[in-house]
Nanobody, 120 residues
């Protein structure tokens, strides 16, 4: 059974750092593009960062460019999101996503989310 489990969220002061982890199991991690999304209270879920299945390229929302870094470890079937210079507006539930497009349609999995709160 495919599963994504996020960890690393918590409360941090503005300007601080956190590293989120997303451990995958039950599917071929290296074949999937991995992404981090977030959803703040009362807002729609938005894409934060994504990395290709080969790990060759990544892209970021404008709001986090230069502050967040996405990376993956195929040996550990884990994707990370390093978040630096955190701001109160980064407060949200962060979700891990895995997607693979095939001729039969996309295969997609979501984690349960981890809360990040940036506050003094």
């Amino acid at each position: 059974q495919a599963q994504l489990v996020e960890s690393g969220g918590g409360l941090v002061q503005p300007g601080g750092s956190l590293r989120l982890s997303c451990a995958a199991s039950g599917f071929s991690f290296s074949r999937y593009a991995m992404s981090w999304y977030r959803q703040a209270l009362g807002k729609e879920r938005e894409l934060v960062a994504a990395i290709t299945s080969a790990g060759g390229s990544s892209n970021y929302a404008d709001s986090v460019k230069g502050r967040f870094t996405i990376s993956g470890d195929n040996a550990k079937s884990t994707v990370y999101l390093q978040m630096n210079s955190l701001k109160p507006e980064d407060t949200a539930v962060y979700y891990c996503n895995a997607v693979r497009k095939t001729g039969w349609g996309p295969f997609e999995y979501w984690g349960q989310g981890t809360q990040v709160t940036v506050s003094s």
